[in-house]
Nanobody
Framework: QVQLVESGGGLVQAGGSLRLSCAAS????????MGWFRQAPGKEREFVGG????????YYKDPVKGRFTISRDSANNTVYLQMNSLKPEDTGVYYC?????????????????WGQGTQVTVSS
């Protein structure tokens, strides 16, 4: 089992920044690729970006490319999502998830473990 706890969400004005954290406990953190997803009201949960097991490979969906950065700190078993130049359409509940794949898949079904989510609200 892997337990994931997100933090760092909140209310921010458009153009602002937030950094989300996802603290992992349980099994060996480095055995998992990590993904970030978000879910806006009335919409499906969507993949935002991911980071490989060793942190050497990251990728992002187009809407956040160039604005969001994912990193991981293996010493502290934490993955981060740095969000800059936030837009109102970034509003939603953000979830981190762990996959036993080497790189982070884009599909929800590939993730066995999920955090409880943290709310991000971007005002215009």
């Amino acid at each position: 089992q892997v337990q994931l706890v997100e933090s760092g969400g909140g209310l921010v004005q458009a153009g602002g920044s937030l950094r989300l954290s996802c603290a992992a406990s349980g099994r060996t953190f480095s055995n998992y690729a990590m993904g970030w997803f978000r879910q806006a009201p009335g919409k499906e949960r969507e993949f935002v970006g991911g980071i490989s097991r060793n942190g050497g490979y990251t990728y992002y969906k187009d809407p956040v490319k160039g604005r969001f950065t994912i990193s991981r700190d293996s010493a502290n078993n934490t993955v981060y999502l740095q969000m800059n130049s936030l837009k109102p359409e970034d509003t939603g509940v953000y979830y981190c998830a762990a996959s036993s794949s080497t790189v982070a898949p884009m599909f929800r079904s590939a993730y066995a473990y999920w955090g409880q989510g943290t709310q991000v609200t971007v005002s215009s």
